[in-house]
T-cell receptor, first 113, second 113 residues
Framework: DGGITQSPKYLFRKEGQNVTLSCEQN?????MYWYRQDPGQGLRLIYY???????QKGDIAEGYSVSREKKESFPLTVTSAQKNPTAFYLCASSRDRTYNEQFFGPGTRLTVL | AQSVSQHNHHVILSEAASLELGCNYS??????LFWYVQYPGQHLQLLLK??????LVKGIKGFEAEFIKSKFSFNLRKPSVQWSDTAEYFC???????????FGDGTTLTVKP
């Protein structure tokens, strides 16, 4: 089955720790995206990548970092600099940037204790 | 810059009622428009999309949307809702030169049986 996998589904971390969220796709899509979803605020773009070894900041990149070393993988690191990291994180991919129909993973719910 | 505004944050309807969810966008060029849906406990998924051509587009489960370019609108409609339509609905715009999509804040639809 083609699709996007995110792991883990639930993640807990202590304040001050960095944590990395995994996102893998086997759709052969060029573009990948990370969003943060908070109640009443829709999806806000954190980082996106149009091609391997290249990525751009989205609207709320502060306190996050990403890498895109392989086409199928786009991990997101939530650093200790992120002031309010507790949220639901969604990864998506699309075939191209022009039409940009996106396919989403199941999400990771991060809770900072 | 592109932006999206969804007019209704929470809509409550009885089964068989008609639905219209408002969506307005701003972008100074060619756009693609999307409605995504997130059913309880499920992945965010595409409901319908507009790329070009007929401004009235049909999606899954009897939903349709009309692109009115002069009004920068892409409202979602369904003539008769069902309890299973209870979900969160997101409108999104992708400007062809933007390389990314912008999502609205979402509308939670509750359908009473």
């Amino acid at each position: 089955d083609g699709g996007i996998t995110q792991s883990p589904k639930y993640l807990f971390r202590k304040e001050g720790q960095n944590v990395t969220l995994s996102c893998e796709q086997n759709l052969n899509h060029d573009a990948m995206y990370w969003y943060r979803q908070d109640p009443g605020q829709g999806l806000r773009l954190i980082y996106y990548s149009q091609i391997v070894n290249d990525f751009q900041k989205g609207d709320i990149a502060e306190g996050y970092s990403v890498s895109r070393e392989k086409k199928e993988s786009f991990p997101l690191t939530v650093t200790s600099a992120q002031k309010n990291p507790t949220a639901f994180y969604l990864c998506a991919s699309s075939r191209d940037r022009t039409y940009n129909e996106q396919f989403f993973g199941p999400g990771t719910r991060l809770t900072v204790l | 810059a592109q932006s999206v505004s969804q007019h209704n944050h929470h809509v409550i309807l009885s089964e068989a009622a008609s639905l219209e969810l408002g969506c307005n966008y701003s972008y100074g060029g060619t756009v693609n428009l999307f409605w995504y849906v997130q059913y309880p406990g499920q992945h965010l998924q595409l409901l319908l999309k507009y790329f070009s051509g007929d401004p009235l587009v049909k999606g899954i489960k009897g939903f349709e949307a009309e692109f009115i370019k002069s009004k920068f609108s892409f409202n979602l409609r369904k003539p008769s809702v069902q309890w299973s339509d209870t979900a969160e609905y997101f409108c999104a715009v992708n400007g062809h030169n933007a390389g990314k999509s912008t999502f609205g804040d979402g509308t939670t639809l509750t359908v009473k049986p």
